[in-house]
């Protein structure tokens, strides 16, 4: 059993990390009441993880908008990913009415945070014109800083639109720098991009090998959680 007594006299952040350890170890009922103190105390890395405990109905009965409610107060708190969170929350209507003007606004301040998921939805939003005016311009911009900093997904769809001449003047060469960033960045889907460039030779010499390099490097990439 977890001695709480100590809890009394700890920051909200030490909670945090109190409530981090539990979850951990499985325990599951410590963490949840850990993090609800350190939230309690404004620690916004609680407030999210207490966020995601109700929206998949982690050891509490699943409820979403009391999720979107938790990655709100964390948003406010100065999470860059609840902000980015809440975006794709408002956007879908999950917790919330949909407002893909609302979700604008929660992209650029993920963004402005410095989350490279926030940057990754926000440049769609501004390609995809999506609760603001179209800007392909901008939405290039934010995407190639998400990739460059080491977002794979940005990666990916940067690659794609290189690759396909969407929104920029197709550049096969390019497009394969972007897909190739994905080794690096540990995100198998824009390695297995490159490895069809290389296979269907576009903007190189078809090179079956390779191709089959490239599919085993993207095989031993460990799947996210």
């Given at each position: 059993m977890t001695d709480t007594a100590a809890w009394a006299t700890m920051s909200a952040s030490e909670l945090s990390d109190v409530g981090d350890r539990a979850f951990e170890a499985g325990d599951k009922a410590t963490a949840r009441a850990a993090w609800e103190r350190a939230?309690?105390?404004g620690d916004f890395f609680a407030m999210y993880n207490l966020g995601c405990m109700y929206y998949f109905g982690d050891?509490?009965?699943?409820?979403?908008?009391?999720?979107?409610?938790?990655?709100?107060?964390?948003?406010l708190a100065g999470d860059a990913e609840a902000a980015n969170r809440v975006g794709v929350m408002t956007e879908l209507g999950q917790g919330t009415p949909s407002d893909a003007e609302q979700a604008f606004s929660w992209y650029e301040r993920s963004a402005e945070m410095g989350s490279l998921s926030g940057m990754a939805n926000l440049a769609l939003a501004y390609a995809e014109g999506k609760g603001?005016?179209?800007?392909?311009?901008?939405?290039?911009?934010?995407?190639?800083?998400?990739?460059?900093?080491?977002?794979?997904?940005?990666?990916?769809t940067l690659g794609r639109w290189y690759r396909d001449g969407r929104y920029v003047v197709r550049d096969y060469a390019y497009a394969m720098t972007c897909f190739e960033r994905g080794i690096a960045q540990l995100y198998a889907p824009p390695v297995l991009e490159l490895a069809d460039m290389y296979e269907q030779g576009l903007g190189v010499p078809a090179d079956a090998a390779k191709a089959a390099e490239l599919r085993k490097v993207a095989a031993e990439i460990p799947e996210e959680d």
């Open positions: 939230a309690a105390g050891e509490v009965e699943q409820d979403v908008p009391g999720a979107y409610g938790w990655f709100v107060r964390a948003a603001v005016a179209p800007d392909v311009e901008k939405g290039l911009a934010w995407m190639e800083k998400a990739s460059a900093a080491g977002n794979g997904i940005a990666s990916e």
